[in-house]
């Protein structure tokens, strides 16, 4: 009985032990020591500014020390190796978004990671659509004269993005698709080169981040015809989306989120989340949000979770149709 008595005594011990082991890293997380979140892109852009706001705001209302850490190159897949392969600590997370996560996988021959097996997602951020623009000189004052002329003139209406086997360009692809029309796609090295010939009107048609065009839309240069999310955009809510110009259920959008990697105590998982979550409920973060042409929104890391493994297998089959690939 004395023996069996310590052998329970010890199992005790041992599983509040384990549970202690489980809730430390919570309650102790991240203490003075800076959590590093990596940014696959260069500063400046989309991914780079709402990283930046995140790591600013954790920063500041948290007393944490989160230090944004720019690992640029190849579509962003640079950034989310580093990230695959850090530590699973927490103190080293990334900001990844629907390019480099679940469209890139599918470019990109022999990356040493999977999205849904080497990572965890931690918080959604935010979601910004797709907008399809003309020069405000353009003869194209509706979505429906672009199918209107590209049906009268197959091959003829031109539309540039950002490049090859993006989101955009595939967003231009779906939309061709939808419509059932062809369009010539002409794929610029970045989104300010495609903009600057669209307001030249060397390209008939922009297809561009919102974020990237906002500012030519605002100055009167560029006109919106459609952005591609199932709903309008905040930011811009006289634009009608694609599906409400006659294209059923159509929707596509970047979103942008917080990952760490795979075997990242699922306490820290929950920290991060709830203080990500509740940074995007107050009210300067939303508006510095919008400001950008993107829409918050909060989700639990499951949803995320669930949201990142759906996008990732549905994006095989549309990354193989548009027959997009890099070397």
Same mark, same amino acid.
């Given at each position: ?10 199992? =005790?011990?041992?599983l ?17 020591k ?7 892109f ?17 920063? !500041? ?11 640029a190159?190849a ?8 990230a =695959? ?25 022999n ?16 979601y910004t ?15 429906a ?20 086997g ?41 297809v ?14 560029l ?8 709903k ?21 959008s ?9 075997? @990242? ?9 709830? !203080? ?11 508006? =510095? ?10 989700? @639990? ?18 990354? !193989? ?5 890099i070397?």
């Amino acid at each position: 009985m004395f023996r069996q008595l310590i052998s329970f005594t010890a199992l =005790a011990l041992a599983l509040g032990a384990g549970a202690q082991a489980q809730t430390t890293p919570a309650a102790a997380y991240p203490g003075a020591k800076p959590v590093r979140l990596i940014v696959p892109f260069p500063p400046g852009g989309g991914t780079d500014i709402l990283a930046r706001l995140v790591a600013t705001k954790l920063t !500041e209302v948290n007393k944490w020390t989160v230090v944004p850490d720019n690992k640029a190159g190849a579509g962003g897949t640079i950034g989310i190796t580093e990230a =695959a392969k850090a530590a699973p600590t927490g103190y080293d997370i990334v900001m990844g978004q629907k390019d480099n996560l679940v469209i890139g996988p599918w470019l990109y021959k022999n990356l040493p990671w999977d999205p849904t097996k080497d990572l965890v997602a931690v918080a959604h951020v935010a979601y910004t659509p797709v907008v399809i623009a003309t020069s405000t000189n353009s003869k194209f004052k509706t979505l429906a004269d672009v199918v209107a002329a590209a049906r009268a003139t197959p091959g003829k209406v031109t539309y540039g993005s950002p490049g090859n086997g993006t989101s955009i360009h595939l967003a231009g692809d779906l939309f061709e698709k939808a419509a059932g029309v062809k369009l010539v796609h002409v794929p610029y090295k970045g989104s300010n080169p495609a903009l600057m010939d669209a307001l030249a009107g060397n390209v008939d048609l922009l297809v561009s981040s919102l974020p990237s065009a906002m500012g030519q839309i605002k100055a009167g240069k560029l006109r919106p015809l459609a952005v591609t999310s199932i709903k309008r955009s905040s930011s811009l809510p006289e634009v009608p989306t694609v599906a409400e110009s006659g294209f059923k259920d159509f929707d596509v959008s970047t979103w942008y989120g917080v990952l760490a990697p795979a075997g @990242t105590p699922a306490a820290v998982v929950t920290t991060l989340n709830t !203080e990500i979550n509740k940074l995007l409920a107050q009210a300067d973060v939303k508006a =510095a949000i919008h400001a950008q042409g993107a829409e918050p929104e909060a989700m @639990t890391a499951a949803q995320f979770g669930t949201l990142l493994k759906t996008d990732y297998a549905k994006w095989k089959g549309i990354v !193989e149709a548009s027959g997009a690939k890099i070397e």
